[in-house]
């Protein structure tokens, strides 16, 4: 005759699939529940780093652009293009007087025939080219397609940022064949800087010479 004890049933009872598969499944589901509190607190901490990782470039372009609008003196680097209010002749003003900075600080680089790079010098048209492209402002490489731009206006009321223009060095020629940025303001005597054939990239008054073949003031800006 069998006898089966309650405790013979229980061990009988362990070892069926029904109980291991319930034994078993309340574990899983206990370390589930852990398993699903640290991926919350995870999921939790990678949002914020990754919403603070947002915000960042957002600072970085505002700071950029901040720096893109202050007088841009520095070589090498990129320069934007700011292009004035046509109707505010403060802004004109401003962005001529940071034409004059940067065109003020290539002073010294040689004179090269057709040359528009500070690398290897300037001519007097190339100088012009590369300074005013450096704002985005596009003026062909010739002073006499230069001297074609913008309008005239006089000595009296010129300011920095205009550009002033001459004929060149062959006394038989009435053409425009030189042309510089004007440096001085309003009221002063015109001052300018240019490219000259023997000294490179300097500044000068129109005196001697240059007053003898000065044809006039255009303003681009």
Request: glycine fraction near 8%; hydrophobic fraction near 40%.
């Given at each position: 005759?069998?006898?089966?004890?309650?405790?013979?049933?229980?061990?009988?009872?362990?070892l069926?699939?029904?109980w291991?598969?319930?034994?078993?499944?309340?574990?899983?589901?206990?370390?589930?529940?852990?398993?699903?509190?640290?991926?919350?607190?995870?999921l939790?901490?990678?949002?914020?780093?990754?919403?603070?990782?947002?915000?960042?470039?957002?600072?970085?372009?505002?700071?950029?652009?901040?720096?893109?609008?202050?007088?841009?003196?520095?070589?090498?680097?990129?320069?934007?293009?700011?292009?004035?209010?046509?109707?505010?002749?403060?802004?004109?003003?401003?962005l001529?007087a940071?034409?004059?900075?940067?065109?003020?600080?290539?002073?010294?680089?040689?004179?090269?025939?057709?040359?528009?790079?500070?690398?290897?010098?300037?001519?007097c048209?190339?100088?012009?080219?590369?300074?005013?492209?450096?704002?985005?402002?596009?003026?062909?490489?010739?002073?006499?397609?230069?001297?074609?731009?913008?309008?005239?206006?006089?000595?009296?009321?010129?300011?920095?940022?205009?550009?002033?223009?001459?004929?060149?060095?062959?006394?038989?020629?009435?053409?425009?064949?030189?042309?510089?940025?004007?440096?001085?303001?309003?009221?002063?005597?015109?001052?300018?800087?240019?490219?000259?054939?023997g000294?490179?990239?300097?500044?000068?008054?129109?005196?001697?010479?240059?007053?003898?073949?000065?044809?006039?003031?255009?303003?681009?800006?």
């Amino acid at each position: 005759m069998l006898v089966v004890t309650m405790s013979t049933t229980k061990r009988i009872y362990m070892l069926s699939p029904a109980w291991t598969i319930l034994h078993y499944g309340k574990k899983i589901m206990r370390y589930k529940f852990v398993y699903f509190v640290v991926f919350i607190v995870l999921l939790v901490h990678v949002s914020d780093s990754f919403s603070a990782r947002l915000e960042k470039p957002e600072v970085r372009t505002e700071t950029a652009r901040m720096e893109a609008m202050e007088p841009m003196d520095k070589m090498g680097a990129d320069k934007a293009s700011v292009v004035a209010d046509p109707d505010n002749e403060l802004e004109k003003s401003i962005l001529g007087a940071d034409i004059v900075t940067f065109a003020m600080s290539l002073k010294g680089k040689p004179y090269t025939w057709a040359g528009v790079k500070p690398s290897t010098g300037f001519d007097c048209s190339g100088f012009i080219y590369f300074v005013y492209g450096e704002y985005g402002i596009s003026l062909p490489h010739s002073s006499r397609a230069q001297y074609k731009e913008g309008t005239e206006i006089s000595e009296s009321e010129a300011r920095k940022g205009d550009l002033v223009f001459f004929r060149g060095t062959n006394p038989k020629s009435k053409a425009v064949g030189h042309v510089g940025i004007v440096t001085s303001e309003p009221g002063e005597p015109v001052r300018f800087v240019h490219s000259s054939t023997g000294r490179g990239v300097v500044e000068d008054g129109i005196v001697r010479s240059y007053r003898r073949r000065y044809i006039g003031i255009k303003r681009i800006l």
